[in-house]
């Protein structure tokens, strides 16, 4: 994998945003908080499922999904949202998948792709998505604040995406309230699950934690349960035989 992964997806993604059109902010779908959701159901490991077709460390992962059936299939089994990739160039994902998505599902959807500008939140919210993605390690602490006091002020939720210790202060700084650990690192694209074990002994009061990336069974889920009230998952549902058997292996029991 290039260690140019971050700053090639950036410019790549700058190039997109300054050819897309600015469109008028749309009504919020309504759903639950997800915040909420996460706070009012912390007996059990919650769920956060990825439609999620191909990445640049894997390659295609799942090009003939039917991405309605499996997101139905998240919903029964229990996801607490499901996140949608939106990335054509990296993720073979589009924004026509999360209307999709977001049009037949009633639990949030999370728009996940490399924000970096107003008309892409503008974007995400009328794509039916209530959540979307901010990535500390893609903006200056100020644009984050900026595009996170954005969002916040549409309706949508944030999940800020952090992978050290210096982003995840950057997150609590900025008043985030969904953090995300991606135990990916965006340079290398390897995957340690240490990311989020390490830096768990630095949460507060307040935020809820996601983990994300490198939990492909219930080994894994286990492993991170008693610090997170919540997974971010891809790829091992995608791959799996049965996606809703996976997810529900998934959430684990905290009680």
Known sequence: MSQQFLPNILAAKTEEVAQLLEEQVGNLRETYRFYDYLKNHSDRLQVIAEIKKASP??????????????????ESAGAA???????????????????????????PTLAKDFIIDEKQIIRSLNAGATVILLIVAALSEERLGQLYQYATQLGLEVLVE???????????????????????????????????????????????????????????????????????VGTALMQAASPAQRLKELRIDKG
């Open 81 to 107: 949202m499901i996140s949608v990739l939106t990335d054509a160039v990296f993720f073979k994902g589009d924004i026509a998948d999360l209307r999709a998505v977001s049009d037949q599902v009633n639990i």
């Open 57 to 74: 460390s894997l390659g295609d992962i799942n090009l003939e999904v039917d991405i309605l059936a499996q997101a139905r299939a998240y």
């Open 162 to 232: 952090t992978h050290n210790l210096e982003e995840l202060q950057i997150a609590h700084r900025i008043g985030a309230q969904i953090i995300g650990i991606n135990n990916r690192n965006l340079t290398t694209f390897e995957t340690d699950l240490n990311t989020s074990l390490t830096l768990a002994d630095h949460f507060i009061d307040g935020p809820v934690y996601i983990s994300e990336s490198a939990i492909l069974s219930e080994n894994e889920a286990r492993q991170v349960a008693p610090a997170f009230s919540g997974i971010l």
